[in-house]
């Protein structure tokens, strides 16, 4: 088992899913059961994933949770992308943002294959 909290990619997804909830509270109310839930379980499936792999017994079962995570960070960006283009946040924002989830999708990507060559020793 492994200390999630240690894994910098989870950090800063956590730091993601804080930051999205402050961005969704200001939606139109609205969509309060339609994007801003699917964009906050997504958001939130990214850290939670990577967590509940950490707590599994094998490490390809820990893959398995990373590509999870991976997909809702994909989800995500998309979701960003409607929400800007609905004109719910500012495009500056949607940039960081949009950044932020790429750097995460990348730290993820390059610990499924760190994990993966532990598994293929």
């Known amino acids: 088992m492994v200390d999630y909290r240690k894994y910098i990619v989870w950090q800063k997804s956590h730091e993601l899913v804080l930051a999205m909830y402050k961005v969704t509270a200001t939606y139109p109310r609205s969509e309060q059961f339609n994007l801003i ?3 906050n379980r997504a958001c939130l499936s990214i850290p939670t994933n990577i967590a509940e792999g ?5 490490q390809k079962e820990l893959i398995r949770y990373l590509y999870i995570s991976s997909g809702s960070a994909h989800e995500l960006e998309y979701l960003i992308l409607v929400s800007k283009d609905l004109h719910f946040i500012p495009e500056d924002l949607y940039f960081k943002l949009n950044s932020d989830i790429n750097e995460i999708k990348k730290m993820v990507a390059a610990l499924i ?3 993966a060559e532990t598994v293929n020793r």
């Open 37 to 39: 839930s699917q964009i």
């Open 113 to 115: 294959r760190k994990v």
């Open 54 to 58: 950490c707590g599994r017994e094998t």
